[in-house]
């Protein structure tokens, strides 16, 4: 079975991005997580694949202009990945996205998809985001590992990684790692052989609450 692995860069308080949609503490978007000599495809939302798409080609067609994320040219690390990406199978999870620019991109429609796609040959799966695919896929009991780079800032307002409808679920510490500027960084283990009591008593209140609210819009 292959390992899924996502890799996420936060605030200290557990934003992806800020109220203008962006992450503007982040001052590069390499692989910083070291997941690349370990996998060998990639999944992402179909949220987050366009401007992914666009954000990568860029750099692969023009390496020493300026990115509009971060008004610097990109980093050789960035150029590094860069190349990685043009290289490495992508796959969208997405119902509604069907078309890509790259040949290299596939398409799945669920949590099935995903299962599948982890029993077939080969290295592990990096997954880069957006959120409400990391903590779906998290739930689903399908991410086998989470790797985070903490910046030392407090965001306030934004994206949050986790959402309040996320299930509990225990995760177990293999890696501590200071980075410079004061990041850093965690890796996590995610059992998903065991099921919670924690995590069964938080699912079952979501369907609580769905079948409470659906029968509020009835009456």
Known sequence: MRKLIAGMKISIDGKMEGPEGTADWVTAWSDDYGVVPEVDACILGGGMY???EWY???IQTQPDTPIWIT???PTPEEVAYAAFVARTPHYVLSNTVTTATWPQTAF???PDDVAA???QPGKGIYLVGGARTTSSLIDAGLVDELRLIVHPLIA????ALFGPDQCRRPLALQKVQQLQGGLVGLVYAIDNTVTSDAATKDAAAKDTATNDAAVKEAA
């Open 156 to 159: 306030g307002q934004g994206k």
């Open 50 to 52: 366009s401007g992914y």
């Open 56 to 58: 990568w080609s860029a």
């Open 71 to 73: 008004g610097k040219p």
């Open 117 to 119: 796609l982890k029993k």
């Open 108 to 110: 799945l429609h669920g």
